[in-house]
């Protein structure tokens, strides 16, 4: 029912931008969490925003990102500015939505290649 799809990845040089998207359908969304997994690293935690609009962004990042969502469409968004060859990797979209019972459900989306050349 809940489906979560990135898009916005591609092919820059440093210093450009990449805007991601990522679009939720199926059910409302608490918090949206922006991920990235380099080769060769352990998937890090890059930005979130959670109710009532809390942000908070990885040290590597400060700065240079903006975590935003759109309550009327469902989506959050990723804005990267001054891309460096190491922000590379797989970038995913995570949501924790409400369910039915007393927790939360993590959904995550297929991931988005950003590759940032030098």
């Known amino acids: 029912q809940v489906q979560v799809v990135e898009s916005g990845g591609g092919l820059v040089q440093a210093g450009e931008s990449l805007r991601l998207s990522c679009a939720v359908s199926?059910?409302?969304?608490?918090?949206l969490h922006w991920y990235r997994q380099a080769p060769g690293k352990q998937r890090e935690l890059v930005a979130y925003i959670r109710n009532p609009g809390i942000t908070n962004y990885a040290d590597s990042v400060k700065g240079r990102f903006t975590i935003s969502r759109d309550n009327a469409k469902n989506a959050g968004y990723l804005q990267m500015n001054s891309l460096k060859p190491e922000d590379t990797g797989v970038y995913y979209c995570?949501?924790?939505?409400?369910?039915?019972?007393?927790?939360?459900?993590?959904?995550w989306g297929q991931g988005t290649q950003v590759t940032v050349s030098s």
């Open positions: 199926g059910s409302m969304f608490n918090a």
């Open positions: 995570k949501v924790v939505v409400p369910t039915t019972g007393p927790y939360q459900a993590d959904f």
